[in-house]
């Protein structure tokens, strides 16, 4: 059975604190992305990454860093974390296969912030 | 990447033929179209892949015209545990790299089925 797993299902956080969000696949994906979830604006792309080492901003990367040093882990880092960054955080991983487009996602992180 | 336009919500009543259309004029040669269901509180799963013309499963079938400007997505006899958001995602699959393996969600569309 597939598993994307991330290391929180919630966290709360200070204004100003260094916060890690880990996420694990167990499916030796090259791909990873991580997004944000937040009420009527869908799914946003934070960061992706598709391979190790390797990565590229999303949508919405502002106040946020990933880092991909192995290949079944890719960590999410809110460097000062600030109120706005409050939301559901939803990783997933994907293979790189060219006819495939399947995506496998956890089961989230909901971040807050005060 | 080619933007895709949804209906924000539909509803529908049990055992009834549900069809979510979903307009990508911009999609190009090499994407395909892919639907995922989120429930609450949960990650997105995916339902169904195509490329052209007619794909189903055991879930849903997708209908894409030739053109394949636009697609939908069939969910046959709908019961209360089919409410959840659908989302329609164009884009390359897997086999690129960079840019080619972004994988990029709209708004969705959400789906309430009553008794």
């Known amino acids: 059975d597939v598993k994307v797993t991330q290391s929180s299902r919630y966290l709360v956080k200070r204004t100003g604190e260094k916060v890690f969000l880990e996420c694990v696949q167990d499916m030796d994906h090259e791909n990873m992305f991580w997004y944000r979830q937040d009420p009527g604006l869908g799914l946003r792309l934070i960061y992706f990454s598709y391979d190790v080492k390797m990565k590229e901003k999303g949508d919405i990367p502002e106040g946020y860093s990933v880092s991909r040093e192995k290949k079944e882990r890719f960590s999410l880092i809110l460097e000062s974390a600030s109120t706005n960054q409050t939301s559901m955080y939803l990783c997933?991983?994907?293979?790189?296969?060219?006819?495939?487009?399947?995506?496998?996602f956890g089961q989230g992180t909901r971040l807050t912030v005060v | 990447l080619a933007k895709t336009t949804q209906p924000i919500s539909m509803d529908s009543y049990e055992g009834q033929e549900v069809n979510i259309t979903c307009s990508h004029n911009?999609?190009?040669?090499?994407?395909?179209i892919t639907w995922y269901q989120q429930f609450p509180s949960q990650g997105p799963r995916f339902i169904i892949q195509g490329y052209k013309t007619k794909v189903t499963n055991e879930v849903a079938s997708l209908f894409i015209p030739a053109d394949r400007k636009s697609s939908t997505l069939s969910l046959p006899r709908v019961s209360l545990s089919d409410t959840a958001v659908y989302y329609c995602?164009?884009?390359?699959?897997?086999?690129?790299?960079?840019?080619?393996?972004?994988?990029?969600f709209g708004t969705g569309t959400q789906l309430k089925v009553e008794l």
């Open positions: 995602l164009v884009g390359a699959a897997g086999g690129l790299t960079g840019g080619g393996n972004k994988l990029t």
């Open positions: 997933a991983s994907r293979d790189r296969d060219s006819l495939n487009t399947e995506a496998f």
């Open positions: 911009n999609i190009a040669t090499n994407d395909y």
